[in-house]
């Protein structure tokens, strides 16, 4: 394997985690740990997909991980929010 297939491999294998994980109910769609592997495994995907130039991929991990950014951007705000009251 080269350093795409590990990055993207790496990248995957963190989104499955964060899937599995959720089904097996040790994480909850709305834990930080569970948006973090979206976010990072998303990331990492999508630039191994941008390194093969597969568009398709790029697409579809390029949108998984904003939505995973605009989760976590939502954590974020409910803890400030949180915290202030």
Known sequence: ??????IGSIG?????L???LNM???L???DLTFILLNLVGAGMACLASILMHYMPFIILEGVWALVS??????FKWKSKKKTFI
């Open 24 to 26: 097996l109910g040790k």
């Open 18 to 20: 964060a899937y599995v």
């Open 69 to 74: 950014l605009i989760s976590l951007l939502q």
């Open 1 to 6: 394997m080269d350093r795409v297939d590990w």
């Open 28 to 30: 909850n769609k709305g």
């Open 12 to 16: 995957v294998f963190q989104i499955l």
